[in-house]
T-cell receptor, first 114, second 112 residues
Framework: NAGVTQTPKFQVLKTGQSMTLQCAQDMNHEYMSWYRQDPGMGLRLIHYSVGAGITDQGEVPNGYNVSRSTTEDFPLRLLSAAPSQTSVYFC?????????????FGQGTRLTVV | GENVEQHPSTLSVQEGDSAVIKCTYSDSASNYFPWYKQELGKGPQLIIDIRSNVGEKKDQRIAVTLNKTAKHFSLHITETQPEDSAVYFCAIENTNAGKSTFGDGTTLTVKP
């Protein structure tokens, strides 16, 4: 099992550009989430999904879109990148059952918007 | 909404000493309380967790205690080693809602 795979690992964008951060998991997990991590602010939830076809907003959803057409993939789209979106982005997945909720994180994508 | 406060933000200890990190929360519906360790350049990794029906859980040198009445839980690391140096995050989750809220993290440095 590869676990949670994020691509790319690093990305530099110009203000106004759009791009998609990819996230895939091969553990048949129902729950998937996207977080951004900024210095001194922990992990803030952007969007999450409790299963294929279902997505919901987290704490900081503005400027980001997600979709969940399959159980395995949960891409995060930046529609028009802004310098405030410079951050490290983490995707996570979990089985989502009541007794097994451990979250597995990807290695992260470091995004710089100039 | 959910809120979790984590203290301290930085902690420096001598090798062999104990380290304690505390989190307080406001959402009484929270029923799952994990702790994650994040090493430099990596994603967070679960190290221990506790559920609302348990007061304490131990795994070798690490332990977590939960006080649901007071709405706080703590991570205890005994006999610290330099490889324990990392950023530690607490989180709260209502497993019915399917999402977690994280604390701001504690940077632990263990000096040899």
């Amino acid at each position: 099992n590869a676990g949670v795979t994020q691509t790319p690992k690093f990305q530099v964008l110009k203000t106004g550009q759009s791009m998609t951060l990819q996230c895939a998991q091969d553990m048949n997990h129902e729950y998937m989430s996207w977080y951004r991590q900024d210095p001194g602010m922990g992990l803030r939830l952007i969007h999450y999904s409790v299963g294929a076809g279902i997505t919901d907003q987290g704490e900081v959803p503005n400027g980001y879109n997600v979709s969940r057409s399959t159980t395995e993939d949960f891409p995060l789209r930046l529609l028009s990148a802004a310098p405030s979106q410079t951050s490290v982005y983490f995707c996570a997945s979990s089985l989502g059952t009541r007794l097994n909720t451990e979250a597995f994180f990807g290695q992260g994508t470091r995004l710089t918007v100039v | 909404g959910e809120n979790v406060e984590q203290h301290p933000s930085t902690l420096s200890v001598q090798e062999g000493d104990s380290a304690v990190i505390k989190c307080t929360y406001s959402d009484s519906a929270s029923n799952y309380f994990p702790w994650y360790k994040q090493e430099l350049g990596k994603g967070p990794q679960l190290i221990i967790d506790i559920r609302s029906n348990v007061g304490e859980k131990k795994d070798q040198r690490i332990a977590v205690t939960l006080n649901k009445t007071a709405k706080h839980f703590s991570l205890h690391i005994t006999e610290t080693q330099p490889e324990d140096s990392a950023v530690y995050f607490c989180a709260i989750e209502n497993t019915n809602a399917g999402k977690s809220t994280f604390g701001d993290g504690t940077t632990l440095t263990v000096k040899p």
